[in-house]
């Protein structure tokens, strides 16, 4: 029979298997024709089984095996019942190929994920290639799903309890060599020899265990030691999640039960879980963020005339907290960054910076000794222009001072070529004005990193009047391919997300001030969902740096924007966060939190008022989702999602919210301008005011989320 999405030859009596045939998309996905063939191809394989040998799957694409079940299937389903029954389809095609009598080989190069590393372990043998794009993982958990095509089943039995837990749980990946360790993959070969080798591994093998492995394996067998490795795991997932997120639970809770179960009792569980999840409100958040991230990787932005330039070389004014880190990301990406400061000592800095990144890669195996030197060796410290024709892309990370910045630019400019871009690190200062003091504004815009680079995803490209689209576009391609995400902005104070993050530290400080318990403030952001509460999370920013800005965000948005007297009260006194030591908390010489300042809580009001959790709430994200509602209004971003996209990648969102404006749909407008308006009058009618955008939404019945510029 012939097949269009998957070739199917014999030879020698052997099959032959090519997924990723006759398709120009770049990732295969399991979607209903693909699955539609491989159920055929495996009935197939069962009529002639006499015949053959053996069958070989392997892949006709450069970069992918199978990237996993079609996400779009998936976000399609409307109840449990059709999530349930879509798993049990992927089970029994794989049951099937599991009992098949012949002896089956993945030849796995490129990413195999989720339902591609499912039908893997369904196969008698594994094999891996050496390449450093192969990879394999069952990343379901991270779309608040269950591996539902028998992976929860099949893990543990290819690689023992504990390490199959530990894949399943985190959603990670696992590339060649680790593959190997685990016993997930029979052997590794160069790509080339993948097919080939296939054949010597039709006896199968028996995976050689080191000593460890074998005790651990061992323990894992005995029923009272498998209740001690998930109650672990259950005591491990609560710890990671602080139990927001229902699927690992679901996950332990299926594989648990499922201890004594043989095959069909125990994938009916998994089949039932996985219908459970996949229509959960949780999960479809998850899955919202997926199609978001998705959207991003490709420039749609305005399109300009001219070429688009490409960033080979890059050059960094500045070596501090910022450009040390940026520098980094350069040389990461093999573009050979010169760093300029002022003096040897900064640069020493910035040097100890990117070299204390290189080394977390060194020690997390993702770098080996040799590739860190060789990147740390190629940034060139100096203190003068030398050598900055050469870039093609320069990245202003100076000082806060807008006086500074023009002068820094004025000068750059007569070093670099024509047609460099040149960017700036400005976290608040107007882009618009700066570019009054370049020559060339259409190559210049601004480019505002989170700190710490090398930990934050987001990047804001924030345009202005004068920029042209090419370099725009230029931006965002380079940003995407140093592996994170771009969201352009219109200029404007604080841009999208300090602007949005600005109601978060300044609510905090007026309860503070009213009375309210740092504590029960902190507390109450943490059960929403947030990774720091805003008091700690001033001190990491710097109280005095978030005074600074807070100003200049007042100056530009107005009496909805004013903050509370507490940051000054703490900067007054020396108490600047993390950087000294000292803030709201105490910190160790590490810069760990060691308990409460009482230096600082003797500065602020007495904590006499009990207000409810859910009331704390709101007075915090109230005023976020009214901010964000006038950075739509404002044109800052153009949709919904890219405020959500800039706020979970940027500050850490709870991403099982969806996001602040889709949180803001769930609860409905009407609902939110109703807690405002009671706010605005018991609180302040200023930073309560329910914005004329949201009011106008709200009267035509639309969600934020309808709203198309
Ligand atoms: N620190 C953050 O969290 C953060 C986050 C995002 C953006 N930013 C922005 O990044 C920029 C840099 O911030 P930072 O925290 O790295 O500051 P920093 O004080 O740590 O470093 C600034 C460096 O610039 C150097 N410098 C000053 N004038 C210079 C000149 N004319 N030429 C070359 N170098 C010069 C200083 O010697 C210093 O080493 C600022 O615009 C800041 O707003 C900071």
């Known amino acids: 029979m012939a097949y269009k999405r998957i070739s199917f030859e014999v030879e020698n009596k052997i099959a032959y298997i090519g997924f990723g045939y006759n398709c120009d998309k770049s990732m295969t996905t399991l979607d209903e024709e693909t699955l539609g063939e491989l159920r055929d191809i495996i009935e197939e394989l069962h009529t002639k089984q006499k015949e053959l040998s053996g069958a070989i799957f392997f892949t006709h694409k450069d970069r992918c095996f199978i990237a996993g079940a079609d996400i779009n299937l998936i976000a399609a389903m409307k109840t449990e019942a059709d999530g349930a029954y879509g798993a049990e389809q992927g089970q029994s095609i794989f049951n099937r190929l599991e009992d098949l009598k012949i002896p089956t080989v993945a030849c796995i190069h490129g990413v195999c994920l989720g339902g591609g590393t499912e039908f893997s372990l369904a196969c008698k043998t594994i094999l891996m290639s050496d390449d450093k794009g192969t990879i394999m993982g069952l990343p379901e958990v991270k779309l ?56 010597e591994h039709f006896k199968g093998e028996e995976k050689k265990q080191s000593f460890s492995e074998s005790l651990g394996n061992l323990a894992a067998d005995n029923f009272l030691a498998k209740k001690i490795i998930f109650q672990k795991a259950r005591e491990g997932v609560l710890k990671m999640t602080k139990g927001f997120y229902q699927a690992p639970l679901k996950i332990l809770d ?15 569980s998994e089949a039932e879980a996985f219908g459970e999840l996949c229509v959960s409100e949780q999960s479809k958040n998850l899955q919202h963020i997926f199609f978001m991230t998705e959207k991003v990787k ?19 004014l500045g070596a501090g907290t910022m450009g040390g880190g940026i520098a980094w990301l350069m040389a990461s990406n093999n573009m050979a960054p010169i760093m300029k400061d002022l003096t040897p000592a900064a640069l020493e800095l910035g040097l100890k910076q990117s070299s204390s990144n290189f080394m977390g890669a060194v020690k997390r195996n993702k770098m080996t000794f040799e590739e860190f030197e060789k990147k740390q060796r190629s940034i060139a410290c100096q203190l003068d222009y030398r050598g900055f024709k050469k870039a093609d892309l320069l990245v202003e990370a100076v000082v806060e001072n807008m006086d500074i910045k023009k002068k820094v630019f004025a000068e750059a400019e007569n070093y670099v ?3 460099a871009v040149l960017t700036s690190n400005t976290s608040s200062l107007s882009v618009q004005e700066m570019s009054t003091a370049l020559q060339r504004p259409e190559r210049f815009a601004g480019l505002h990193f989170f700190n710490p680079v090398h930990k934050m995803p987001l990047v804001e490209i924030i345009t202005h009047d004068k920029v042209a689209p090419e370099t725009v576009e230029a931006l965002y391609n380079w940003v995407l391919k140093a592996k994170k995400t771009p969201v352009v902005v219109k200029d404007g104070p604080g841009f999208l997300v300090n602007r949005i993050l600005m109601p978060y530290m300044n609510e905090a400080g007026f309860l503070l001030e009213e009375g309210v318990a740092m504590k029960d403030i902190e507390d109450a952001c943490l059960n929403f969902g947030m990774p720091m509460g805003p008091c700690r999370l001033l001190d990491e920013v710097g109280i005095d740096v978030g005074e600074k800005v807070a100003k200049i965000i007042y100056v530009g948005l107005g009496e909805r924007a004013k903050s509370s007297n507490v940051s000054h009260m703490l900067v007054e006194k020396g108490l600047l966060g993390r950087k000294t030591d000292k803030g709201f908390y105490l910190y160790d010489e590490k810069g760990k939190v060691t308990g409460v300042n009482d230096e600082a809580m003797a500065i602020l009001p007495k904590p006499t008022k009990k207000m409810s959790e859910t009331e704390i709430q709101m007075r915090i994200f109230l005023p976020m989702i009214n901010e964000a509602s006038t950075v739509l209004a404002d044109g ?36 939110l301008i109703a807690a405002l308006d ?15 955008f949201m009011r106008k939404l709200a009267s035509e019945k639309k969600k934020f989320y309808e709203f198309n510029v």
């Open 144 to 199: 608040g799903l269950i591996p539902g095509f028998g992976g929860t089943y099949r893990m543990p039995k290819k690689i023992g309890l504990p390490n199959a837990l530990d894949l399943i749980l985190s959603g990670k990946t696992v590339n060649a060599r680790k593959g190997k360790r685990l016993g997930l993959a029979a052997a590794v070969y160069p790509k080339e020899r993948l097919k080939a080798m296939a054949p």
């Open 254 to 268: 299926v594989m648990e039960a499922g201890m004594m179960k043989g095959r069909t009792s125990y994938l009916a």
């Open 298 to 316: 490709k420039y749609s932005g305005k399109k300009g005339e001219g070429k688009v330039p490409r960033f080979e070389r890059g050059a960094c």
């Open 417 to 419: 070529r024509e047609d």
């Open 636 to 671: 800052i971003v153009t949709t919904a999602e890219e405020v959500d996209l800039g706020l979970i990648f940027g500050i850490g969102f709870p991403p099982f919210r969806g996001g602040l404006l889709r949180y803001a749909d769930t609860e409905g407008l009407d609902n």
């Open 678 to 692: 009671k706010f605005a009058a018991s609180v302040d009618k200023d930073r309560y005011g329910a914005s004329e």
